[in-house]
């Protein structure tokens, strides 16, 4: 059997184990509306889009906070055939599969690793709701393949800004990133205007409707209401501080300017950093699945509760393969000379940065940690290509 071939069927089990699973524990829910507020911010995407497609008023400050992208697509799609919705979204991350194994492949010769995202519970489950995780996995590992493959760099430019529009986590690294289509060919200046076809529409949209012309708050918004909070807190009493307890509410009635806090943050290194790595491992690496730690999460209790059981368990193993995956990067960085370090950034970016915006289960983290699974595979490939080396 072909590598091509081995691809495309751990990519189509990929897309079966997840229509199978989103059906077994949604049923009928499939089939109606409920499925977009079926977990957390799927109801806020869903009004947004269907305000954008109706014409209606938008709500205040939920454009900034969610962009126009992803909620344009996906309530087109609900407002068609929710099913056509969940269907797409599967497709999505069985393509997202797809380019973690070839990405995988070209930088081994082999793939080792990367089918272990059969086992992500989070990546099964997300096509089942109107979130941004099934389309903003799918579009960072097509950036990832883009890059490795290597000729055609400014497209992966272009995938890691379409992520950027759909999940605003995967900013940071897009911005850094766009300095790669500033060579003048025919492809950078392609990409250019299709990015700036993209930025364009949020820009004006949000400086129209609340002031201010900006891709996305949620970032800044969530570290004032999250991270800072819980900084502040451990400052206060010595240990760990949950963003919902009277301290954190005090803390940022205190400080309510976003530089404040910054500040406050940078003169507390040692309580900043204490409350990352908690945030990280407690709440993120050593959590289960984000889409099954909510009683509304799931239509079904004992199947969610297992799969919240199994989730946290396989998520200490993809946590585990960090560190051959650090030794892969840098295996990645020293062959590529650089070239195309946009790749080696994709999947830790989303992990260093997890801490400081979101506390809900591995919703978030788990895609970096997918986004890595190629490097796990390059960094266990050259282990051991080294213990087999003959010692003359």
């Not at 954008?52 to 087109?76: C, S």
């Not at 806090?261 to 409350?275: D, E, L, M, W």
């Not at 946590?319 to 960085?333: E, K, R, S, T």
Request: hydrophobic share 50%; charged share 15%.
């Amino acid at each position: 059997m072909t590598s091509s071939k081995t691809d495309i069927i751990i990519s189509a089990l990929v897309f079966l184990f997840s229509i199978g699973l989103c059906a077994y524990l949604y049923g009928e829910i499939l089939a109606s509306s409920p499925v977009t507020g079926a977990l957390y911010d799927s109801e806020s995407y869903n009004s947004l889009g269907t305000a954008i497609w109706l014409g209606d008023e938008l709500p205040g400050g939920r454009l900034a906070l969610r962009g126009y992208f992803y909620p344009f697509i996906a309530t087109a799609m609900v407002l068609y055939s929710p099913v056509l919705f969940v269907i797409s979204q599967t497709l999505a991350i069985s393509i997202g599969v797809y380019c973690l194994l070839k990405s995988e492949r070209i930088l081994t010769g082999k793939v080792w690793i990367s089918p272990l995202a059969l086992l992500s519970v989070s990546l099964l489950v997300s096509p089942a709701s109107m979130m941004t995780e099934a389309l903003g996995f799918t579009l960072a590992a097509a950036a990832l393949l883009a890059f490795v493959a290597g000729p055609n760099r400014a497209w992966g430019v272009l995938f890691l800004v379409l992520a950027a529009m759909v999940k605003p986590a995967f900013l940071p690294v897009a911005v850094l990133s766009s300095v790669m289509v500033l060579r003048l060919n025919r492809t950078s200046i392609i990409v250019s205007i299709l990015m700036l076809a993209l930025v364009l529409p949020q820009l004006l949209a949000t400086h129209i409707k609340d002031g201010k012309a900006q891709i996305s708050n949620a970032g800044s918004s969530n570290f004032q209401k999250r991270f800072y909070p819980a900084v502040a807190g451990r400052v206060q009493t010595g240990g760990f501080v949950s963003y919902r307890s009277d301290i954190a509410v005090a803390a940022r009635e205190m400080r309510p300017d976003l530089r404040d806090q910054i500040g406050f943050v940078i003169r507390h290194p040692s309580a900043a950093f204490k409350t990352w790595a908690t945030i990280l491992w407690s709440h993120h690496l050593g959590e289960s699945s984000g889409f099954t730690n909510r009683d509304n999460a799931m239509a079904k209790g004992p199947p969610r509760d297992f799969l919240k059981t199994v989730s946290g368990v396989l998520n200490k193993i993809f946590a585990a393969l960090i560190f051959p995956a650090i030794f892969g990067l840098a295996v990645y960085f020293r062959k590529s000379r650089f070239r195309s370090w946009p790749a080696g950034f994709i999947g830790p970016s989303i992990v260093v940065t997890a801490p400081l915006v979101y506390w809900q289960g591995d919703r978030v983290v788990f895609i970096g940690l997918l986004l890595l699974l190629p490097f796990a595979g390059l960094g266990i490939d050259r282990l051991f290509a080294f213990f087999r080396a003959d010692p003359k």
